[in-house]
């Protein structure tokens, strides 16, 4: 009965006389600044703030406990349950809030886009400037596809709407709340954007798994070839820096899936993150923030309107969402074929880890499980500098499954199409956070475009006494001593503290892993190994 009574309330927002449908650019950023949402930049694009949510919530966010879900979701700290009952209460809660608001916007579009395995969604949105995010980010459809267009999922975003604690069974005014079984996502008491895109995200972590197609946090790119480059890592991490890369076009920056037919990407757009963004040494990203881009909590110049993208006043974590066409190397076919090559990315704040290093088919699997790195300040609300953390599959926030769904998925799909991965650390070198200093960009792009190339193929390489890994004795364009770790820290006895302290922590996190092969838990740190 309830699931009735939501349907038809639902179907009753949006068929409301003041729903405003798939309006275009110039629509959505004239009604934004008629109504005071955001203000015109110098590059055109519009810049919004989102209070005091400058990041994404994840003790806010809960999945929808009912027969289904309570025996496929992997149950727990970042899996937090809420009970039918307490979810049905608030969405009508919102759902009537949002019905006396005399206009709101909707977006009919997709996720992914491969037609045979995409998700026809629809956002609806209290406020404009959230509308353009949701137009800009998802996959926007054809005239001729919105004709028939029949959502399977939907977004209800109400940022106004503050939830009670007490009375509504939340851990704060904001909440995200995802339901399979009622196909919607839930989002009130905060403004971040990037709630909404991550929660689809969320959903096709569920949805992908069940058709046998792997869903990846990561990015992707192609060469002259077709050969695909895959880019893993949390955010910060430089996914979307290291996947915009002129010599190749760009599939995606931050969320893929890899099915029967190749790679496909989920988004139709970028969320770069641009803070101390520029023009010389990412042109691309740059550039691509223009006439309909939304940047969000990015200072701007009074008079002059320029974007200040050295600016912290507000957060760490400024972004600019925009259509993935507003790059200029993109590929414009919506499948590529399997990836030839995974490059896990990790910004390690111990300052211990190879720049690079060439894994095994059983070390790749370790440190996916693992995935290792640090998150970065401004990425979620209370961080503030850097925290070494391990995010399972470098995606946990996002998986509603357990690793090894996925994991067992990747090592499938890596043997059958002989896929080569490394591990690159973006993060520290010379020193741990606060005394060594951060991986020289330049550098990092000479040992992608290497590891791409094939060049390392054939490179020696040695093995770290520590960690176990294979590192390259040699780089095109990249100092020797520079590959290896300790080589760059002044006092190698410090070295040595370091990266033992973070192989402890690595045996540590993999007990939980308890199901996994002994060939896999072997894969990692020699030291501390039994």
């Known amino acids: 009965m309830n699931e009735v009574k939501q349907t038809t309330r639902l179907e009753q927002l949006t068929s409301h006389p003041g729903v405003?449908?798939?309006?275009?650019?110039?629509?959505?950023?004239?009604?934004?600044?008629?109504?005071?949402?955001?203000?015109?930049?110098?590059?055109?694009?519009?810049?919004?703030?989102?209070?005091k949510y400058t990041g994404r919530s994840p003790k806010d966010k809960f999945i929808v406990m009912d027969d289904e879900s309570r025996q496929l979701v992997d149950w727990g700290t970042i899996n937090q349950s809420i009970n039918e009952d307490v979810f049905l209460s608030l969405y009508e809660k919102v759902l009537h809030y949002l019905t006396n608001k005399n206009e709101l916007?909707?977006?009919?579009?997709?996720?992914?886009?491969?037609?045979?395995?995409?998700?026809?969604?629809?956002?609806?949105n209290e406020y404009a400037w959230h509308n353009l995010f949701a137009r800009q980010l998802f996959v926007r459809p054809k005239e001729n596809e919105l004709k028939t267009h029949e959502s399977e999922f939907t977004i209800v975003s109400a940022p106004s709407f503050k939830a009670v604690p007490e009375l509504d069974g939340t851990n704060s005014e904001a909440f995200i709340l995802v339901s399979f079984k009622h196909?919607?996502?839930?989002?009130?008491?905060?403004?971040?954007?990037?709630?909404?895109?991550?929660?689809i995200f969320s959903v096709?972590?569920?949805?992908?798994?069940?058709?046998?197609?792997?869903?990846?946090?990561?990015?992707?790119?192609?060469?002259?070839?077709?050969?695909?480059?895959?880019?893993?890592?949390?955010s910060g991490t430089g996914k979307t820096t290291l996947s915009a890369d002129p010599s190749r076009k760009l599939i995606g920056d931050d969320e893929h899936a890899w099915g029967p037919n190749g790679v496909f990407n989920i988004e139709g757009g970028c969320y770069a993150k641009c803070i101390n963004l520029s023009k010389e040494k990412e042109?691309?990203?740059?550039?691509?923030?223009?006439?309909?881009?939304?940047?969000?909590?990015?200072?701007?110049?009074?008079?002059?309107?320029?974007?200040?993208?050295?600016?912290?006043?507000?957060?760490?974590?400024?972004?600019?969402?925009?259509?993935?066409?507003?790059?200029?190397?993109?590929?414009?076919?919506?499948?590529?074929?399997?990836?030839?090559?995974?490059?896990?990315?990790?910004?390690?704040?111990?300052?211990?880890?190879?720049p690079i290093s060439k894994l095994t088919k059983e070390q790749a699997m370790y440190h996916f499980l693992s995935g290792y790195t640090s998150k970065l300040a401004g990425t979620e609300r209370g961080v503030t500098e850097p925290e070494a953390t391990f995010s399972s599959c470098f995606g946990a926030p996002f998986l509603p499954l357990t690793p090894e769904t996925y994991a067992e998925m990747l090592g499938e799909k890596m043997d059958r199409y002989g896929t080569n991965v490394f591990l690159v650390n973006t993060g520290w070198t010379g020193g741990s956070y606060g005394e060594g200093q951060r991986m020289d960009l330049t550098y990092t792009r000479a040992m992608v475009q290497a590891a791409i190339s094939g060049e390392l193929d054939t490179v020696k390489t040695s093995v770290d006494a520590i960690f176990g890994l294979h590192i390259p004795t040699s780089c095109p364009g990249v100092p020797d001593e520079l590959l290896v770790p300790k080589q760059t820290w002044a006092q190698k006895a410090d070295y040595e503290i370091k990266a033992k302290e973070l192989a402890t922590r690595f045996h540590q996190n993999f007990e939980r892993f308890s199901q996994t092969s002994e060939t896999i838990k072997k894969a990692g740190p020699l030291f501390g190994s039994n």
Not at 183 to 199: F, R
Not at 220 to 231: P, Q
Not at 313 to 325: F, M, V
């Open 283 to 354: 042109p691309q990203i740059y550039h691509a923030i223009r006439y309909g881009s939304v940047l969000e909590n990015v200072s701007i110049n009074k008079l002059t309107r320029n974007p200040d993208y050295n600016d912290t006043s507000l957060t760490e974590n400024t972004r600019a969402a925009y259509p993935i066409t507003n790059m200029d190397n993109i590929t414009t076919d919506p499948v590529a074929q399997h990836p030839n090559t995974i490059i896990f990315l990790t910004a390690d704040a111990f300052g211990v880890l190879p």
């Open 20 to 51: 405003r449908q798939n309006m275009t650019v110039p629509e959505l950023i004239e009604t934004i600044l008629s109504r005071g949402e955001g203000s015109l930049t110098s590059t055109g694009a519009i810049r919004a703030t989102t209070g």
């Open 183 to 199: 196909k919607v996502v839930l989002i009130g008491g905060t403004e971040y954007a990037g709630e909404m895109k991550k929660s």
């Open 105 to 124: 916007y909707l977006f009919k579009g997709y996720a992914g886009s491969d037609k045979t395995y995409r998700l026809p969604i629809q956002v609806i």
């Open 204 to 234: 096709m972590n569920y949805l992908l798994p069940q058709q046998q197609v792997l869903p990846m946090h990561c990015s992707a790119n192609k060469g002259e070839s077709d050969d695909v480059t895959l880019f893993f890592g949390l």
